[in-house]
């Protein structure tokens, strides 16, 4: 990355802090996402923008690691090629990100949130899932979304392999909250009983970040 680039991510990270602080975006509106194909304040885009914090780490597969763990029975240890043997699935979804954009008729292909959470055995008390990434991005998930039907550890888009800019090799889609919860470059999900732990969480986003109640900014 070059310095303007850099400088330039910066910036966008300090605008989106102040947008946490003013409430950009609220409409005030909730919308029903069995009506309204649009939730409130996003505008739809043809174009699938990208977004992070401006290290787009190179990980082929065959070099990926990925633990999963904490409040459950079992922990995982997978290399790319352990994923690689899993069942896949493929689901279609709208894409909703914070900073106002959407993209509608994704089709994602990986392996469900659901078999990842059924290989762990939660328990009762773990509420979310912290996820980490290779570039040292964090979000929290709550464990309801994760087990979500359209919630994949995904590897592929519109049949492509989803591409170093936009996550691949693997990354987290959980197309009913806002993008930031669907971090690209994953390699660690760990279950816990509290929220909120997480690079935008920490600077005034939501825990859970439901874009039908607006839940941009806030607890
Ligand atoms: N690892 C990682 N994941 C991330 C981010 C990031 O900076 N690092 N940014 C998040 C944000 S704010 C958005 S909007 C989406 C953007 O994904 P895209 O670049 O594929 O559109 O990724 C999310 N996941
Ligand atoms: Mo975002």
């Known amino acids: 990355m070059t310095v303007p680039e850099a400088d330039r991510w910066a910036r966008l990270a300090r605008s989106k802090e102040g947008w946490a602080r003013d409430g950009r975006l609220l409409t005030g509106r909730r919308a029903d996402p069995a009506t309204d194909r649009l939730p409130p304040g996003q505008r739809l885009?043809?174009?699938?923008?990208?977004?992070?914090?401006?290290?787009?780490?190179?990980?082929?597969m065959r070099e990926w690691r990925f633990a999963a763990g904490g409040l459950c029975a079992r922990t995982i240890s997978w290399t790319g090629a352990d994923f690689l043997k899993l069942p896949?699935?493929?689901?279609?979804?709208?894409?909703?990100?914070v900073t106002g954009w959407s993209v509608y008729d994704n089709l994602w292909q990986g392996?469900?949130?659901?078999?990842?959470?059924?290989?762990?055995?939660?328990?009762?008390?773990?509420r979310f899932a912290i996820v980490k990434s290779f570039d040292s991005y964090t979000t929290c998930v709550p464990i309801e979304h994760l087990a979500d039907p359209a919630t994949l550890l995904a590897t592929h888009r519109n049949g492509e392999p989803l591409t170093r800019a936009h996550g691949g090799p693997v990354r987290l889609i959980v197309p009913k909250l806002y993008l930031w919860k669907s971090a690209k470059w994953i390699r660690q999900i760990w279950l816990t009983d509290a929220g909120n732990v997480g690079y935008w969480e920490a600077?005034?986003?939501?825990?859970r970040g439901d874009p039908w109640?607006?839940?941009r900014y806030g607890r």
């Open 88 to 97: 896949v699935v493929q689901t279609m979804s709208d894409i909703h990100c």
């Open 203 to 207: 600077r005034g986003y939501h825990r």
């Open 213 to 215: 109640a607006e839940e």
């Open 111 to 126: 392996v469900s949130g659901a078999h990842l959470l059924a290989l762990l055995r939660p328990r009762p008390e773990a």
């Open 45 to 60: 885009v043809r174009d699938w923008p990208v977004l992070d914090l401006g290290t787009q780490p190179v990980i082929p």
